[in-house]
């Protein structure tokens, strides 16, 4: 930022000492009217209008880049808060499954018991001689 301020500097000199060694008087034609002005001036005129102009163009530029800017802060705002709706949605479902692992788990054990129940019960029936196992049946 210094080395344009530095720069700018730089060029005004340069275009003041243009305009002192350049003092003579000129006739200047605007529109329907001659004037005879100071080269200087005139120089001097020239390039305050310029800088006036690059000023207001840069102030154009630097409001539309601020609009730009606020839109896509808004679309950003509401980007994190989809992010965030979908980041807790993601949280249940992760908790859903957990829940959902832990009740398989308990299946699988009461699978298991269950299975060791019919083993025992099996062995239980096979000590049991024949036709008392009928009389069971039969009941």
Do not use: C, H, W
Not at 32 to 59: E, P, Q, Y
Request: proline fraction near 1%; aromatic fraction near 6%; charge should be negative.
């Amino acid at each position: 930022m210094q080395i344009y301020i530095v720069l700018i500097l730089i060029f005004a000199i340069l275009v003041t000492l243009f305009a002192i060694f350049n003092a003579s008087v000129v006739t200047v034609s605007l529109f329907f009217v001659d004037i005879d002005i100071s080269l200087a001036l005139v120089i001097l005129g020239s390039v305050l209008i310029g800088a006036i102009s690059v000023v207001l163009f840069d102030a154009v530029r630097k409001i539309k880049e601020g609009r730009v800017l606020k839109e896509i802060n808004k679309k950003s705002e509401a980007l994190e808060k989809q992010i965030a709706v979908k980041d807790e949605a993601l949280k249940q479902r992760d908790q859903a499954i957990e829940e959902r692992d832990k009740l398989i788990a308990q299946k699988d054990e009461l699978i298991v018991k269950k299975d060791e129940l019919i083993n025992y019960q099996k062995g239980l029936l096979a000590t049991i001689p024949e036709n008392k196992v009928e009389e069971v049946e039969n009941q």
